[in-house]
């Protein structure tokens, strides 16, 4: 069983570093540049300084808000939308790195009874359909009413299936996110594909999925969801993000001694840097080839469900190349010099003997 719960030097961890060649991910549609909704500026500006106000956010919180710069990834998944509805996109994303880093290295990462709490009281008013009174309200931490507001706008503009999706992609997120936690407490990180069970819930994209039917104002029948290709569509979907995003922060989670990673993980079950980053580069090919023949076995379902559906997967296509942009342009994760070495060589330098591996001989 490999340890997980790491955060302080341990003897044998050294900065020698190897060098890496990573998989080009630009790629297929990815290959042209994003269009960009026309309010991203003001939007971006309005919403940071929101939830700073609503939740009284610290300084270095706000600070790190406004370096992450969620608006710009917003901007591309909702290029053509209303100003409304790309700000909540926009506030969504805001609210959702503050929050998730309490379960990712923040207090609750470790503390599974107190990370529980905290989801059943995220979502519990919303999936048991339970009203709160104003006393009730003012009483929920800042992140959780703010939160509140969101779904309420939500639940206001989106189809009532939307509107279930997202409740049912925030519960996956829940979950997802409470086997992490329960993992580090147990001092132990799982194989593989049990590792990406859980990302695939944990990285709350299913989430956002369904916010591309509110933003675009969709609205697509039940039934539509249950068919094989469009959920291989999202599977494939999900696939690729998380596993992009585990490339592109692996040098900075290596760094923190954060070992909840694909490549770590893969690293950990064996293999060496270069086949770990390898096996993730051919498992993004794969799933690329899985989404192509998805949708090329989507059905046709007449006027206008047809034309809906189209929308929706061309927004899967859009939230995959938000991600990697964002990703790969902010500074989250690499740096100017990190960057430019990874696009005109293609490759990246990280520790040959990271202390997760370390760990394993102890």
Not at 130 to 157: E, K, N, T, W, Y
Not at 210 to 227: C, K, Q, R, S, T
Request: aromatic share 10%; net charge negative; hydrophobic share 40%.
């Amino acid at each position: 069983m490999s340890r997980l719960r790491q955060s302080q030097p341990i003897a044998g961890e050294n900065i020698e570093r190897i060098t890496i060649r990573m998989p080009e991910l630009f790629v297929s549609f990815l290959k042209d540049a994003p269009l960009l909704n026309a309010e991203y500026t003001e939007v971006k500006y309005e919403a940071e300084e929101a939830i700073t106000r609503e939740c009284s956010l610290s300084t270095r919180v706000s600070k790190a808000i406004m370096k992450c710069d969620w608006a710009y990834l917003a901007a591309i998944v909702a290029h053509n939308a209303d100003r409304d509805r790309y700000r909540t996109l926009c506030d969504w994303g805001n609210w959702v790195f503050p929050f998730d880093d309490l379960f990712d290295d923040g207090e609750l990462r470790a503390d599974y009874e107190s990370a529980k709490t905290t989801m059943d009281q995220l979502l519990g008013p919303f999936v048991e359909n339970v009203s709160m009174c104003g006393r009730q309200v003012a009483q929920r931490p800042s992140l959780l009413r703010f939160h509140d507001g969101l779904v309420h706008r939500i639940q206001g503009a989106a189809s009532k299936g939307a509107y279930a999706r997202y409740l049912k992609g925030m519960v996956d997120y829940c979950n997802g996110t409470l086997e992490q936690v329960q993992k580090v407490q147990d001092d132990n990180v799982p194989a593989i594909e049990e590792f990406l069970a859980m990302r695939r819930r944990s990285v709350c994209v299913s989430a956002l999925f369904a916010l591309i039917e509110y933003v675009h104002n969709l609205d697509i029948p039940d039934y539509v969801f249950e068919n094989a290709a469009i959920r291989e569509i999202e599977e494939a979907g999900i696939d690729i993000i998380l596993m992009h995003n585990d490339l592109l922060s692996y040098y900075k989670e290596e760094s923190e001694r954060v070992p909840h990673n694909l490549v770590a993980v893969a690293r950990m079950s064996g293999m060496t840097g270069q086949e770990a980053v390898s096996f993730i580069g051919s498992s993004i090919d794969k799933r690329y080839s899985d989404l192509r023949k998805a949708a090329s076995l989507v059905p046709l379902w007449g006027t206008p469900v047809t034309a809906e559906v189209e929308k929706y997967i061309q927004g899967i296509r859009n939230v995959i190349k938000a991600n990697l942009y964002w990703s790969f342009g902010s500074h989250r994760y690499l740096s100017e010099e990190q960057k430019k070495r990874w696009r005109s060589r293609g490759e990246i330098e990280v520790l040959a003997n990271p202390q997760y591996l370390v760990s394993l001989s102890i």
